[in-house]
């Protein structure tokens, strides 16, 4: 039963009604009185639209009024009202059976308007019709909206529009426009966010192959309209019919107003699908549908195979077999041409057929034949022209044998087995005699008298082709054989040995370059990238001019460029001789020291001086005119000094012509270091190697972790684009990651250069503390020929070098001096976790053995006393200077 009242118990208030605005706190409240001496405390629930609130706030106070009644007071609290919170409000109290329920209260909301839907970014293409939505919501309602474009209003109160939920409909953009709307009601007027519409080039039309032949594709079309906005270029995309569309034969930008290009390069009898898009400044226009083409018929790539002869009489059987090349074309047959003194050359059409019968009833004395494939589009290669014997037949014998009887063969064979014999020999005595390369015996016994005789033997001589005979070979300019004197090596003065890496597009060994008095150790990076062409050739050997050019303490220098002949390449293969780098590369170095079998500590000072130094090398290569384009720690050296150089630079842009950077098939990009403007449009600038730079900084500062976890290649342009950046990594300087950061700025132009980075860095660097006197262990031992740093070696900041391997305990006994007495003890339960690298022990030019058991601050002594202890100010520069 449900009763307003009963006998003892009635609300003396009930909940009221309450009119707020949306967020503001609302408060509601209701008052029961209980008569009679058996009414013990009750619990008031309070009840929306007959539902009971599971979670509500609200507060319950009971007051005696005297002795025979209790006032109940309960209030209902929202700190923050939502439309959800509208609606009407009562208070239940149950008394066994019955049920007690007050009068209802309303809470009603009124304010400026809120909105659900606001207009949004987007792209659309130039003239082409879209719609915008907006809309508000009261109380108070009704709510009219009014549209504005560029801060400019679009329609009035009156408007039909204006009738929230709005719709705004646009015939077409010719430019890039921002849109909002402004909401209206009785309480005021409320803004929307700003939604700006990107204007985007049209698709290009009417595309149409205009000339093929059996190599090439010349594409012609007419740019779409891009608005207000030029279309500056058009980008070109080819790719092989049916294979995947991310892996493109051939990619070429084209710049505005060309509205053609030559695809060159292709395969003959062959179907290709192509595609465009063409970009003004305000972003690409959407890509074309694929159009599908086919080049022409070409020749037989190569002659017929397998050309035998079978001679019987005056009957010959030629046999041959197809082309082993591609034929570039349908096979529709053969052409077969002999000849014989005295005889006019004869040409047969065998058609499909792959033998031929030959009835040549005078007697001859030889026979020329040779043989070719052929397709729509004419003839290919003929084989080279063969010649047979033939006997006339003797009229007074009644038998009469073959011109060409079987017991030739055993001859053949003898004379081959004699020639392969003398061959082996001469290889022998040649290896045998090859370390007699001066003279030959110096004394010998004379045989008559005994007398020790100098016996001269003229000095053996190899024919080598030198730098200079290649040159000459290739049709290199005098100019640029003038300034490569200095550049190429003889082949024969470097040897190679072991494979330190080898990757994609070639390797790098460990050789030892003769020089005139020294043999100098060197790292040697040969190519698997073939020079196809002459100009090919001479871009390579001039980057090489320039490069060798190259003097600074913080790029890789190049010793020498040396060409390796291959009988099966048109051209010879270059090989690249660099400095040998004792400790490898940047990256395997922090990646080491962070997750090795033995990890090793590197100071702040000696990561913010790896920064420095190829900052110094960037600043050194920009000044010089010269891109990077893969600029990461993995292609930064360290020398025995510690000290960093920036290397594959330069030449890799041209050995790796096409294939790393390459436009048309970008195979395997870099993309995680990539400015976001080359990933776009494939330019490179200084700018884009800054951004580089900031992702190497990055690495530094995490000692080799890869940039942008768990974010895929595939993924990160839109990663990029949304404006998301590498997070800071944990206890690295502000100062650093400010750097960092301006170094990915969107716009290029606002990213700093490397003289501004360098010296940024360099004020850091001078900043950091040399020592901290909370964390640098001191070590006394004989006859150190240098400062000892935090870490057992010299100073990190002097380039000291740290290895990696495990430091190995002897048990020998180390005396050391601390700054207070009990701060550092020998743990050997910590012999694991390194301190003193190897080098930096060697380093020390130690006397006696190396002791090995490792200082640390003492997890088992007693605490250093306060008084002793460093200051706060201390502690705080610590804290600048350490990360973990």
């Given at each position: 039963?449900?009763?307003?009242?009963?006998?003892?118990?009635?609300?003396?208030?009930?909940?009221?009604?309450?009119?707020?605005?949306?967020?503001?706190?609302?408060?509601?409240?209701?008052?029961?009185?209980?008569?009679?001496?058996?009414?013990?405390?009750?619990?008031?629930?309070?009840?929306?639209?007959?539902?009971?609130?599971?979670?509500?706030?609200?507060?319950?106070?009971?007051?005696?009024?005297?002795?025979?009644?209790?006032?109940?007071?309960?209030?209902?609290?929202?700190?923050?009202?939502?439309?959800?919170?509208?609606?009407?409000?009562?208070?239940?109290?149950?008394?066994?059976?019955?049920?007690?329920?007050?009068?209802?209260?309303?809470?009603?909301?009124?304010?400026?308007?809120?909105?659900?839907?606001?207009?949004?970014?987007?792209?659309?293409?130039?003239?082409?019709?879209?719609?915008?939505?907006?809309?508000?919501?009261?109380?108070?309602?009704?709510?009219?909206?009014?549209?504005?474009?560029?801060?400019?209003?679009?329609?009035?109160?009156k408007d039909p529009i204006s009738l929230s939920p709005s719709t705004l409909n646009i015939s077409g953009l010719n430019k890039t426009s921002s849109f909002s709307c402004e909401a209206h009601n009785r309480k005021g007027v409320a803004s929307s966010g700003t939604g700006v519409v990107t204007v985007l080039p049209s698709q290009p039309h009417d595309i149409k192959a205009e000339e093929i032949t059996n190599s090439s594709i010349r594409l012609s079309w007419h740019m779409g309209f891009g608005g207000i906005y030029p279309i500056s270029h058009c980008i070109v995309q080819v790719k092989a019919s049916g294979e995947d569309?991310?892996?493109?034969?051939?990619?070429?930008?084209?710049?505005?107003?060309?509205?053609?290009?030559?695809?060159?390069?292709?395969?003959?009898?062959?179907?290709?699908?192509?595609?465009?898009?063409?970009?003004?400044?305000?972003?690409?226009?959407?890509?074309?549908?694929?159009?599908?083409?086919?080049?022409?018929?070409?020749?037989?790539?190569?002659?017929?195979?397998?050309?035998?002869?079978?001679?019987?009489?005056?009957?010959?059987?030629?046999?041959?077999?197809?082309?082993?090349?591609?034929?570039?074309?349908?096979?529709?047959?053969?052409?077969?041409?002999?000849?014989?003194?005295?005889?006019?050359?004869?040409?047969?059409?065998?058609?499909?057929?792959?033998?031929?019968?030959?009835?040549?009833?005078?007697?001859?004395?030889?026979?020329?034949?040779?043989?070719?494939?052929?397709?729509?589009?004419?003839?290919?290669?003929?084989?080279?022209?063969?010649?047979?014997?033939?006997?006339?037949?003797?009229?007074?014998?009644?038998?009469?044998?073959?011109?060409?009887?079987?017991?030739?063969?055993?001859?053949?064979?003898?004379?081959?087995?004699?020639?392969?014999?003398?061959?082996?020999?001469?290889?022998?005595?040649?290896?045998?005699?090859?370390?007699?390369?001066?003279?030959?015996?110096?004394?010998?016994?004379?045989?008559?008298?005994?007398?020790?005789?100098?016996?001269?033997?003229?000095?053996?001589?190899?024919?080598?082709?030198?730098?200079?005979?290649?040159?000459?070979?290739?049709?290199?300019?005098?100019?640029?054989?003038?300034?490569?004197?200095?550049?190429?090596?003889?082949?024969?003065?470097?040897?190679?040995?072991?494979?330190?890496?080898?990757?994609?597009?070639?390797?790098?060994?460990?050789?030892?370059?003769?020089?005139?008095?020294?043999?100098?150790?060197?790292?040697?990076?040969?190519?698997?990238?073939?020079?196809?062409?002459?100009?090919?050739?001479?871009?390579?050997?001039?980057?090489?001019?320039?490069?060798?050019?190259?003097?600074?303490?913080?790029?890789?220098?190049?010793?020498?460029?040396?060409?390796?002949?291959?009988?099966?390449?048109?051209?010879?293969?270059?090989?690249?001789?660099?400095?040998?780098?004792?400790?490898?590369?940047?990256?395997?170095?922090?990646?080491?020291?962070?997750?090795?079998?033995?990890?090793?500590?590197?100071?702040?000072?000696?990561?913010?001086?790896?920064?420095?130094?190829?900052?110094?090398?960037?600043?050194?290569?920009?000044?010089?005119?010269?891109?990077?384009?893969?600029?990461?720690?993995?292609?930064?050296?360290?020398?025995?000094?510690?000290?960093?150089?920036?290397?594959?630079?330069?030449?890799?842009?041209?050995?790796?012509?096409?294939?790393?950077?390459?436009?048309?098939?970008?195979?395997?990009?870099?993309?995680?270091?990539?400015?976001?403007?080359?990933?776009?449009?494939?330019?490179?600038?200084?700018?884009?190697?800054?951004?580089?730079?900031?992702?190497?900084?990055?690495?530094?500062?995490?000692?080799?972790?890869?940039?942008?976890?768990?974010?895929?290649?595939?993924?990160?342009?839109?990663?990029?684009?949304?404006?998301?950046?590498?997070?800071?990594?944990?206890?690295?300087?502000?100062?650093?990651?400010?750097?960092?950061?301006?170094?990915?700025?969107?716009?290029?132009?606002?990213?700093?250069?490397?003289?501004?980075?360098?010296?940024?860095?360099?004020?850091?660097?001078?900043?950091?503390?040399?020592?901290?006197?909370?964390?640098?262990?001191?070590?006394?031992?004989?006859?150190?020929?240098?400062?000892?740093?935090?870490?057992?070696?010299?100073?990190?900041?002097?380039?000291?070098?740290?290895?990696?391997?495990?430091?190995k305990g002897s048990g020998s006994v180390a005396t050391v001096e601390v700054h207070h007495p009990s701060r550092y003890v020998i743990c050997p339960q910590h012999e694991n976790q390194r301190l003193l690298s190897a080098d930096s022990m060697e380093s020390l030019s130690l006397m006696g053995p190396v002791p090995t058991p490792l200082l640390q601050p003492s997890s088992c002594s007693t605490p250093v006393p306060p008084s002793e202890g460093p200051s706060p100010e201390d502690r705080d520069e610590r804290k600048r200077a350490l990360w973990q």
């Open positions: 039963m449900i009763f307003l009242h009963c006998v003892g118990l009635h609300f003396m208030e009930s909940p009221k009604n309450v009119t707020s605005s949306l967020g503001k706190p609302v408060a509601v409240q209701c008052v029961l009185r209980a008569d009679g001496e058996g009414q013990g405390p009750l619990d008031v629930l309070w009840l929306k639209e007959g539902q009971q609130l599971e979670f509500a706030d609200t507060n319950q106070m009971q007051l005696p009024e005297d002795e025979n009644g209790w006032l109940v007071i309960s209030e209902l609290k929202i700190e923050e009202v939502q439309l959800s919170d509208m609606g009407s409000y009562q208070c239940a109290v149950s008394s066994g059976e019955e049920e007690i329920l007050s009068m209802e209260g309303y809470i009603e909301l009124e304010g400026l308007p809120h909105f659900s839907v606001e207009p949004q970014d987007l792209s659309v293409v130039a003239n082409e019709e879209l719609s915008l939505r907006c809309v508000a919501h009261g109380p108070p309602d009704p709510v009219r909206v009014i549209w504005l474009q560029d801060g400019a209003p679009l329609n009035n109160l569309s991310d892996e493109f034969i051939s990619s070429q930008t084209v710049s505005a107003p060309v509205t053609s290009r030559l695809i060159s390069r292709l395969e003959a009898f062959s179907r290709y699908d192509l595609r465009l898009a063409c970009r003004s400044s305000e972003g690409f226009s959407n890509w074309t549908v694929w159009m599908s083409v086919s080049t022409s018929e070409g020749v037989p790539e190569s002659a017929p195979d397998n050309v035998t002869a079978v001679v019987n009489g005056t009957e010959v059987l030629l046999r041959w077999s197809e082309p082993p090349g591609k034929m570039n074309g349908q096979l529709l047959g053969y052409m077969m041409e002999y000849s014989a003194p005295n005889m006019e050359q004869v040409v047969v059409d065998t058609g499909l057929d792959t033998e031929l019968f030959v009835n040549l009833s005078a007697p001859l004395s030889n026979v020329s034949f040779r043989v070719c494939a052929y397709t729509g589009a004419g003839q290919g290669p003929w084989t080279p022209l063969q010649t047979i014997t033939l006997i006339p037949a003797d009229i007074g014998q009644v038998q009469h044998p073959p011109a060409f009887s079987w017991h030739w063969w055993y001859v053949v064979m003898a004379i081959a087995a004699a020639v392969a014999l003398a061959v082996l020999l001469a290889v022998y005595v040649t290896r045998l005699r090859r370390k007699e390369t001066r003279f030959g015996e110096a004394f010998e016994p004379m045989m008559e008298s005994g007398e020790l005789v100098v016996r001269y033997r003229a000095r053996r001589t190899y024919s080598r082709r030198t730098a200079e005979a290649t040159l000459n070979s290739l049709g290199i300019s005098d100019e640029l054989k003038q300034k490569l004197q200095d550049v190429m090596v003889d082949r024969h003065k470097l040897t190679l040995g072991k494979t330190l890496g080898e990757g994609e597009f070639g390797s790098v060994m460990e050789g030892s370059l003769t020089q005139e008095d020294s043999v100098l150790k060197v790292a040697v990076k040969t190519m698997k990238i073939a020079i196809c062409t002459r100009t090919e050739m001479e871009d390579f050997l001039r980057e090489a001019a320039c490069m060798k050019e190259f003097d600074h303490q913080n790029v890789m220098r190049l010793l020498g460029v040396c060409l390796q002949t291959v009988e099966s390449e048109g051209y010879p293969s270059p090989v690249v001789i660099l400095p040998y780098m004792k400790h490898g590369d940047l990256h395997s170095y922090l990646l080491y020291s962070r997750l090795g079998d033995a990890p090793v500590y590197l100071p702040s000072q000696m990561l913010v001086k790896f920064m420095t130094d190829i900052a110094r090398g960037m600043e050194y290569l920009s000044g010089k005119n010269f891109i990077h384009r893969d600029l990461a720690a993995r292609n930064c050296m360290l020398n025995e000094n510690m000290n960093v150089c920036v290397a594959d630079f330069g030449l890799s842009k041209k050995i790796y012509n096409g294939d790393y950077y390459r436009q048309g098939r970008i195979s395997k990009m870099p993309v995680k270091w990539i400015a976001i403007e080359s990933l776009a449009d494939r330019v490179y600038t200084t700018k884009s190697d800054v951004w580089s730079f900031g992702v190497t900084m990055w690495e530094i500062a995490t000692r080799g972790q890869t940039p942008y976890p768990g974010v895929e290649n595939s993924e990160i342009y839109d990663y990029l684009r949304q404006g998301n950046r590498l997070k800071q990594p944990p206890d690295c300087l502000d100062s650093i990651y400010s750097l960092m950061f301006s170094c990915w700025l969107l716009s290029p132009k606002d990213r700093p250069s490397f003289e501004i980075l360098r010296c940024e860095l360099e004020k850091v660097l001078e900043d950091l503390p040399s020592q901290d006197p909370d964390e640098i262990l001191y070590v006394n031992m004989e006859e150190t020929s240098g400062e000892l740093g935090a870490v057992g070696g010299r100073d990190p900041i002097m380039g000291v070098p740290c290895a990696l391997g495990a430091l």
